[in-house]
């Protein structure tokens, strides 16, 4: 995993799920991205994309077109996800407790500041559809992590309900 605080500017807020620690399945991988940039100074629509790596299958929900497929619930310390593609159809919930998590203050080069809000003892649940005719799809599997996966939130305001660390992040 490389790490994703590159570039001139953060942008405004993400959500982001990390997991390669599923019970009985030690070689499947998920990460899953819901973010929101900038363009000409404002916000966009969030651009997400998720990847599954299991049963030596990888799905990918990446397009842009079949955004509106898309289905997600998101608070502090949670994250629900749905996505469709051809071949699958994919529903998950990462979620952790406030008390799990520790918030970072990130500073952009330009000097604006962000705060990142994560916890690596996170639940992930994932729950696999395949299609079967036409548009219809059947349960084959369930999947999961507990207090194995990285959930993290970023925003521009500081959470006033979890701790910071004593450390800040500068991007140079």
Known sequence: CQSHTWGRKHVDDWVWVHCNAFERNPGTVFE??????????????????????????EH??????IAEQWKRKLG???????????????????QCRMRDMLQAEYVDPDGEPLFCINSEVA????????RTHG???????TINSLGAAHLEHAARSRDPEVPTGFFKLKNE
């Open 123 to 130: 639940n992930l649940k994932i729950r696999l559809f395949r």
């Open 76 to 94: 502090m310390g949670y994250w629900s996800f749905e996505a469709t593609n051809t071949r699958v159809h994919m529903e998950g919930v990462a």
């Open 135 to 141: 548009i219809r799809y059947r349960h084959v599997e």
């Open 32 to 57: 899953g991205l819901a973010a929101r940039p900038r363009k000409a100074g404002r916000k966009l629509v969030p651009i997400q994309t998720l990847l599954l790596r299991h049963r030596g299958e």
């Open 60 to 65: 990918r929900f990446t397009r842009l077109r």
